[in-house]
């Protein structure tokens, strides 16, 4: 499966964006969906992640309510949408594929878990 995102871009302090990935070439049905962030010299850290079914999403602690998940399988599209974006939140942010354990996931902490990646989306909050 490849995997494209879009929707990054500048925004200020408070402000929303909604990231989209979408998918091409297999099914996203099979698998786990999440969204990391990388900023340069740091590890990529866990955004949010989505079973195959909607029914649970996981997300990191720094998210705080702030941010929504969410997929759909038919169109091959994940989004995220940000609110209330801090400067911070500045990175690039990279849509994942992963295996699927049963119903739930490999949680935010987990990204070598994930086998599939795009190139990613950059978000600047100032």
Same mark, same amino acid.
Not at 5 to 18: A, D, F, I, N, T
Not at 37 to 45: A, F, H, M, N, Y
Not at 67 to 79: A, E
């Given at each position: 499966?490849?995997? @494209?995102?879009?929707?990054?871009?500048?925004?200020?302090? $408070? #402000?929303?964006?909604?990231?989209?990935?979408? &998918?091409?070439?297999?099914?996203? #049905?099979?698998?786990?969906? $999440? *969204?990391?962030?990388?900023?340069?010299?740091? +590890?990529? +850290?866990? @955004? &949010?992640?989505?079973?195959? =079914?909607?029914?649970?999403?996981?997300?990191? +602690?720094?998210?705080?309510?702030?941010?929504?998940?969410?997929?759909?399988?038919?169109?091959?599209?994940?989004?995220?949408?940000? =609110?209330?974006?801090?400067?911070?939140?500045? &990175?690039?942010?990279?849509?994942? &594929? $992963?295996?699927?354990?049963?119903?739930?996931?490999? #949680?935010?902490?987990?990204? +070598?878990?994930?086998?599939? *990646?795009?190139? $990613?989306?950059?978000?600047?909050?100032?």
């Amino acid at each position: 499966v490849q995997l @494209v995102e879009s929707g990054g871009g500048p925004v200020q302090v $408070g #402000g929303s964006l909604r990231l989209s990935c979408v &998918a091409s070439g297999d099914t996203i #049905g099979r698998y786990c969906m $999440g *969204w990391f962030r990388q900023i340069p010299d740091k +590890e990529r +850290e866990g @955004v &949010a992640v989505i079973n195959r =079914n909607s029914q649970r999403t996981l997300y990191g +602690e720094f998210v705080g309510g702030r941010f929504t998940i969410s997929r759909d399988t038919l169109k091959r599209t994940l989004t995220l949408q940000m =609110n209330d974006l801090k400067p911070d939140d500045t &990175a690039m942010y990279l849509c994942a &594929a $992963g295996p699927a354990i049963g119903s739930t996931c490999y #949680g935010p902490s987990h990204p +070598e878990y994930h086998s599939k *990646w795009g190139q $990613g989306t950059q978000v600047t909050v100032s």
